[in-house]
C-alpha cells in the first residue's frame, strides 16, 4: 500500500497543510490508539513535544484524538525525543507520542510514534495505522473517554537516565563546554545533565519563542557554535538538533567532529573494552568510505542501510550491535536506549575526553574521510530519476568510480529533493561526477 501519511521518520510536513494539520493529528491519535487498544488494562499514551509554535495545537488535537477512543494521555511539554521512548517504556504506556519536525525550520511539525517497548514502530505497524486512518473511528461511550494529564518530572527522570550511561567515577571537572540546544527540545536538560557531571557549561540556543527552533542555531548551523568555542576557549562544543536525537561535535580549534568521526571513536573504545557488539557498526550508505576503511583497519565491519535511523536501530536489533547511526549525528547506543539519543552520545564523548586526557582535536578525528561530495536537486514534481537520460548518467559515472569510489543517488523522505552524493579519493573526479548527474536530474525535473 503506497504510503499517504507515514514518511521515513513518521509523519512530517508544513503546519497546517497537507498531512500536518489539527484534524489530522486527531485522526492519528484515534486510529493509533485504535491499534494499540489490547488486553483489559487501562490504555495509556505519553506525547511529548519540541518547542515550536504549533506544537500546542498538535499537542491539543492528538490529546482529543487519543482520549475519544479511550486512552489516558501523558503530557510532559518539551523534552527530547529519546525522552520519550524512555518514559513510553518506564511509565508502562502502550505507546508513545513525540511532535517534533527534528532539523527542519518552525513552519513544518511532525508525529513520531513508539511502541511500548520504546522503539519506532515497524513498517506493518504504520501500515496498520494507515488503514485505521481511512476509516471512522471507533469512539468510545462517554464513561469510558480518556483521561488527560501534565507531569511536572519528566525532565528530572530523562536528567537522572541520561547520566547513568556514564561510569560513576568519570566527573566533567575542568571541561569547558559549549552546549548548543538549537532554542529546540533539549534546551533544559542537556547544559543540565553535562554541569551536573562537573563541566563548566556555557549555554546556547536555549531561549525558545515558538519560531526560532533550528534558525541559526543547532547542529545544521555550526558557524554560530564553532565561534563560540574558540572565542571562549572551551574545550568542545556539543550541537544538538531540535529535538536532540542527533549530535555534532566542535573541537577546540572550531572544526566540525561528525557522525562518522564519533561512531568511530566509540566502537574502538568499546572494542578495547571487550564491550563492542555486533563484530562493528551500523550505518547508513552516507556514511564515508574513511569510516569502512578505519574499522577494517580494527577488524571491525561497517554494515551499511537505506537513510535513516529506522532502518539503522532494526539491522543493529536484527544484528545484535550496540553501536550506530548516522553522518549527520544520529547515534544509537543501544546499551543506553531504544533511539537516537544526542545528550546521551555527548556524555560519552565527554567521558572520553576525560579518560584519555587529549584535547578534542587529538581524540575526536579518528581518521582521515575520503573526498565526499553531496548536492540536492529540487524538483516540482514527476519521477527525474526514470527518465533515460539521467539513468544512462547514472551508469556512466558509477562505471567511472567502480573500485574507486562510490555513489548514492535517491530522493528525499521528507521533501521534493533528490540528494546526489559521491565519494572517490580523487576530489576533482567526485565533484565532476555529481555535477554532471545533477545537471541531467534538473534538465529532466
Known amino acids: 500500500m503506497a504510503r499517504k501519511f507515514f514518511g ?43 518547542t515550536r509554535l504549533s506544537g500546542y495545537m498538535m499537542e491539543s488535537a492528538l490529546v482529543a484524538g487519543f482520549t475519544s477512543v479511550g486512552m489516558d494521555v501523558i503530557m510532559t511539554g ?30 513544518d511539525n511532525g508525529i513520531k510514534l513508539f511502541g511500548p517497548d520504546g522503539f519506532k514502530l515497524s513498517d506493518e505497524a504504520e501500515a496498520s495505522i494507515e488503514r485505521l486512518l481511512e476509516q471512522e473511528p471507533l469512539l468510545v461511550q462517554p464513561d469510558r473517554i480518556g483521561r488527560a494529564r501534565r507531569i511536572e518530572d519528566a525532565r528530572g527522570r530523562y536528567i537522572h537516565a ?39 557549561v556555557i549555554a546556547m540556543g536555549v531561549a525558545p519563542d515558538g519560531i526560532n527552533i533550528n534558525d541559526g542555531v543547532g547542529s545544521t548551523a555550526l558557524d554560530a557554535i564553532k565561534a563560540r568555542v574558540v572565542e571562549e576557549g572551551a574545550d568542545i562544543g556539543i550541537a544538538l538538533d531540535g529535538d536532540a536525537d542527533r549530535l555534532i561535535v566542535i573541537d577546540e580549534k572550531g572544526r566540525t567532529v561528525d557522525g562518522d568521526q564519533l561512531m568511530g571513536l566509540i566502537a574502538s573504545r568499546l572494542q578495547a573494552r571487550g564491550d563492542l557488539t555486533g563484530g562493528g557498526v551500523v550505518a547508513t550508505v552516507m556514511s564515508n568510505l574513511g569510516l569502512e576503511r578505519y574499522l577494517a583497519g580494527l577488524g571491525l565491519t561497517l554494515e551499511r542501510t537505506k537513510v535513516g535511523d529506522r532502518y539503522v536501530l532494526e539491522r543493529m536489533r536484527e544484528g545484535g ?9 544520529h547515534m544509537i547506543l543501544t546499551d543506553h536506549g531504544t533511539t537516537g539519543d544526542g545528550t ?41 530519476l526514470e527518465n533515460e537520460t539521467v539513468k544512462q548518467v547514472i551508469a556512466e559515472a558509477e562505471q567511472e568510480l ?19 552524493m559521491a565519494e572517490g579519493d580523487d576530489a576533482a573526479q567526485v565533484e565532476a561526477v555529481v555535477d554532471r548527474i545533477c545537471a541531467a536530474v534538473k534538465e529532466a525535473a
Open 8 to 50: 521515513t521518520d513518521g509523519i512530517r510536513g508544513r503546519t497546517n497543510e497537507g498531512v500536518m494539520t489539527a484534524a489530522t493529528a486527531m485522526r492519528v491519535g484515534q486510529a493509533a490508539g485504535t491499534h494499540f487498544l489490547r488486553g483489559g488494562h487501562r490504555h495509556r499514551v505519553v506525547i511529548g513535544k519540541d
Open 78 to 107: 518539551p523534552l527530547p525525543t529519546p525522552a520519550i521512548a524512555l518514559l513510553t517504556r518506564e511509565m508502562r504506556a502502550d505507546l508513545g507520542v513525540m511532535i517534533s519536525a527534528s532539523h527542519n525550520p518552525f513552519e
Open 162 to 200: 541520561v547520566k547513568q550511561s556514564v561510569a560513576s567515577d568519570i566527573r566533567f571537572d575542568g571541561l569547558k563546554v559549549v552546549v548548543d540546544c538549537a532554542h529546540g527540545a533539549a534546551y533544559q536538560v542537556a547544559p543540565s545533565a553535562i554541569w551536573e557531571l562537573g563541566a563548566e
Open 321 to 329: 550491535f550496540n553501536v550506530g547511526g548516522e553522518q549527520s549525528g
Open 344 to 384: 546521551v552520545a555527548a556524555l560519552r564523548v565527554l567521558a572520553s575526553l576525560v579518560r584519555s586526557g587529549k584535547p578534542a582535536s587529538e581524540l575526536l578525528h579518528v581518521f582521515d574521510p575520503v573526498p565526499q561530495l553531496l548536492k540536492n536537486v529540487r524538483y516540482a514534481g514527476g519521477t527525474p
Open 402 to 420: 567502480a573500485g574507486k569510489g562510490r555513489l548514492v543517488i535517491r530522493p528525499s523522505g521528507t521533501e521534493p529533493v533528490i540528494r546526489v
